[in-house]
């Protein structure tokens, strides 16, 4: 038994209810959008009693947000943990690019990627969705930024590139290829996606 | 008077009140959704009776249907029609992309591009709202193609130039930039977006 084993504290019971229920509720989200997750639909789903959900969630909203923040766990997992393994530098944005093309069908997310359409459904609705959605969107921007800049530290990328421009167009490509994959199917939005990225690499280069 | 004019059939007094009515049909669209839209947020938009609404739509679906035609025909007339006035090729491009930028601002659309805010709602619905928006998807990549060969045709692209892989980070472009605006404001995603652009134009150029 290593330190970590004994230092990690076994979810209890309510913790892993909790749990199921918000996967169940990042499935939804995923699907018809935030607006339609309600303790209704909730309980429709899970089977579970609409007061037994209260208990854990006070109202929708609240709800909504613990849905979009496990949201972004599931995301940060999926995406962001995996590329650490690949080397800094072009390896790693490589690898983001890929773990974020297929991690809503890896994560059985059939509705596509739940915080895309968060983004989608609340861009314009001031609030508390809203205001949780724009920071992420800071975050998940200032992540990207830090890859790239890592491949300028690694000599890979030009020394006077603008890694925060970079971050946008390596966004668009994932932006572009979640719209195109609707139209064409994931192999042909997949292909152009890696072909853009690949331009990307090539006109930064050092 | 001209043969247009003498031509010209004036709209009906039914028929102006169908375009009032969808004018406010897409402001809501915008701001809250496709899903929002029901006979009855539009009834206390417009001040009109539901019954009265009845008569112009039948049903909530009948009229979302309508409203994404109102928002894709305001969006040509404010998007494409003025870019026609730009010679064919790259300067042409140019000018869609700039009409692209501000035409919800123009159109006074305080939620946004309200297509883009269709095609994420409905996405993963399946139904007569996904396959409208999946078919105006199609129209608008092809338009953005044909645009894309026309810079071909004229010289600027190389000649061989894959038009369709353009288009495709072309629109990648469009969509980065609404998202980056609601976290950065219009001025910042607006220069981002067209760096990216000044980029995707050198990189083709023949």
């Known amino acids: 038994m290593n330190a970590a084993q004994i230092f990690a504290t076994k979810p209890t019971k309510g913790e892993e209810t909790r749990a199921q229920i918000l996967a169940a509720a990042v499935q939804i989200a995923s699907q ?7 303790i209704g639909t909730l ?17 929708k909203l609240e709800l909504q947000v613990a849905a979009l ?27 983001l690019l890929e773990n974020w093309l297929d991690w809503p069908q890896r994560q059985k997310l059939p509705g596509g990627c739940p915080i895309d359409s968060a983004s989608r459904e609340y861009d314009h609705r001031p609030g508390p969705m809203r205001d949780a959605i724009i920071e992420r969107q800071r975050l998940l921007e200032r992540e990207c930024t830090k890859a790239v800049q890592l491949a ?19 966004l668009s490509i994932v932006l572009a290829f979640f719209r195109s ?8 939005a997949a292909k152009r996606a890696r072909s853009a990225f690949a331009r990307l690499v090539e006109t930064y280069r050092a």
């Open 152 to 170: 300028i530290e690694t000599g890979e990328f030009a020394r006077d590139t603008d890694a925060a421009q970079v971050a946008f167009e390596f």
């Open 32 to 38: 018809l959008g935030f607006e339609s997750l309600t």
């Open 181 to 188: 994959e609707i139209v064409h199917g994931h192999e042909l």
């Open 43 to 59: 309980a429709e789903k899970t089977g579970m009693s609409k007061s037994g959900l209260f208990a854990h969630f006070g109202s």
């Open 69 to 95: 923040d496990e949201a972004a766990r599931q995301f940060t997992e999926a995406v962001f943990m995996p590329a650490l393994k690949a080397p800094r530098g072009l390896r790693r944005l490589k690898a």
